[in-house]
């Protein structure tokens, strides 16, 4: 199984709805990234929680942490056509942030 | 300047092909990255450089050879490749070792191999 575990795969969303996107480590968390990629883009680093209870905002963007540093959710208010796009979180186990996990991603859809 | 430019962004090669890809930051970081991400999947780290030294080689095929020139530049030189090679392959640099710190992107070249 993976090690980060993301949900749902796949979201479609009215626009001016909120949502929220989950990601799961089957192991301790060192850090956690939050990143958006477009189709057959780069990704766009959003981002970074490393303390448990931790959260941060970014305009209509809110990424948290839990205490047990193994869930991660990205919560978006009232959504916008320009947050359409792949969510993807990336783990950090530890071996610094040289290497990153990613999660198997959120193909988020904003319906108008 | 945070930006990370790839080219070529499109390449279509045979599998007796020789052909180099390329990664350029300006951001003083002296890790970088290369990805390669497949339709629908995450990407899959590939090599790391830190500080011009390969410190990471994710078990990849020889048929992938990295190079970091100086501290801005990345390759990758691709030989003998097979269509399952077919990709997007995704450089990305980071400040090494400062706790941790976000990788940066570039938007990626898009490889096709026939």
């Known amino acids: 199984s993976q090690e980060l575990e993301q949900s749902p795969q796949s979201l479609i969303v009215q626009e001016g709805k909120n949502l929220t996107i989950n990601c799961t480590s089957s192991k301790t968390l060192y850090g956690l990234y939050w990143y958006k990629q477009k189709y057959g883009e780069g990704l766009i680093f959003l981002m970074m929680l490393q303390k448990g209870g931790e959260e941060k905002s970014h305009e209509k963007i809110t990424a948290k942490l839990d205490e047990k540093k193994q869930q991660s959710s990205l919560h978006i208010t009232a959504s916008q056509p320009s947050h359409a796009g792949i969510y993807l979180c990336?783990?950090?186990?530890?071996?610094?942030?040289?290497?990153?996990?990613f999660g198997t991603g959120t193909r988020l859809t904003i319906i108008p | 300047d945070t930006e990370v430019t790839q080219t070529p962004k499109h390449l279509v090669m045979g599998m007796t092909n020789k052909k180099s890809l390329k990664c350029e930051q300006h951001?003083?970081?002296?890790?970088m990255y290369w990805y390669k991400q497949k339709a629908k999947k995450p990407p899959e780290l590939m090599f790391v450089y830190s500080y011009e030294k390969l410190s990471i080689n994710e078990s990849v095929p020889s048929r992938f050879s990295p190079e970091c020139p100086n501290s801005s530049l990345l390759n990758l030189h691709l030989h003998a490749l097979q269509p399952e090679d077919s990709a997007l392959y995704l450089c990305?640099?980071?400040?090494?070792?400062?706790?941790?710190?976000?990788?940066?992107f570039g938007p990626g070249t898009r490889l096709t191999v026939t």
């Open positions: 990336g783990a950090d186990y530890g071996f610094g942030n040289e290497k990153l996990t």
């Open positions: 990305a640099s980071s400040h090494p070792r400062q706790g941790s710190s976000e990788q940066y």
């Open positions: 951001m003083g970081h002296r890790a």
